[in-house]
């Protein structure tokens, strides 16, 4: 007897829960052929306060714990992404059309990469940290600290992209509200499905699914994000005013990529150091 299938329904990834946009508002997204694939949240600004509300109760909890922690969870994500790696070989086909080759290959180094940002969660303070020398008898130490909520425009490479962003905001102790890939979104809420799963504390990342344009604007000027990642954006008249309304509250701002990013080349820290703030202790030397 033949069976309905169970379509699934693809909603927004806000403070650890799935809700739909309170807009309920939604788009379609189709595969490589054009075809329909689902209907994704389209998230409003409403959507975007409720997710930066979020990640802000959130920052304090994700920042204080140990490095180490943070580490494990990150490595936990990896391991609950290998175990569901089937579904996004599978999404990545449907929606891009590449091979099951490139698709394969494309999971495996998300995977490899989460594990990559893990292993530099309790070292990075150590290698941007320093002991200064100064004239006269005190000890005078940089040390580094989370920046707090960055918000992102996610790349439209639909996983490992994604993926390569919002790591380094995490490990290093920050909390984030990302726009995912308005071409390819649903890889993004299956990932959000992956960290609820991780034990990632509800609100460390958020999930938003819609039109960049919309949303990206509320996300730089609201007076509560400390940073912003460009990366995904492609429209150069729309990330420049993104940086002036960044620039109302001193935002961190990492700016819209002049040339097309190769995700599968090796890392550098500076995604790391993006986002980490330097803070500066002078202490006397005991006689």
């Not at 150069?236 to 995700?263: C, G, H, Q």
């Amino acid at each position: 007897m033949a069976r309905i299938d169970v379509k699934k329904t693809y909603k927004l990834y806000i403070g650890g829960a799935f809700p739909r946009s309170e807009s309920g508002r939604s788009y379609v997204v189709n595969d490589a052929k054009g075809n329909l694939m689902a209907n994704a949240a389209q998230a409003s600004r409403k959507d975007a306060r409720d997710a930066v509300i979020a990640a802000r109760h959130a920052f304090g909890g994700w920042s204080s714990k140990t490095a180490y922690n943070r580490s494990q969870v990150v490595y936990r994500i990896a391991e609950v992404l290998e175990g569901r790696r089937d579904q996004f070989v599978a999404e990545l086909r449907a929606s891009e059309g590449v091979t099951a080759a490139k698709a394969n290959a494309a999971v495996d180094a998300a995977i490899d990469r989460l594990v990559w940002y893990a292993g530099w969660a309790d070292k990075i303070t150590q290698v941007v940290s320093s002991a200064n020398p100064v004239a006269g008898p005190y000890f005078n130490i940089s040390s580094s600290e989370p920046t707090g909520v960055v918000a992102v425009v996610a790349p439209s490479g639909p996983l490992l992209g994604l993926v390569s962003v919002i790591a380094p905001i995490i490990v290093t102790g920050n909390t984030c509200v990302v726009i995912a890939s308005e071409e390819h979104p649903l890889t993004s809420i299956t990932l959000g499905e992956v960290m609820a799963t991780s034990d990632l504390p509800g609100g460390v990342v958020n999930m938003l699914t819609g039109s960049v344009a919309e949303i990206a604007p509320w996300l730089a000027s609201h007076m509560d994000v400390n940073g912003i990642d460009l990366t995904g954006v492609t429209d150069a008249d729309l990330a420049t005013s993104l940086e002036v309304a960044a620039a109302d509250n001193l935002k961190r701002v990492r700016r819209a990529p002049e040339a097309p990013i190769d995700w599968m080349a090796t890392p550098g820290i500076d995604r790391l150091t993006d986002w980490l703030e330097t803070k500066t202790v002078w202490h006397p030397i005991g006689i």
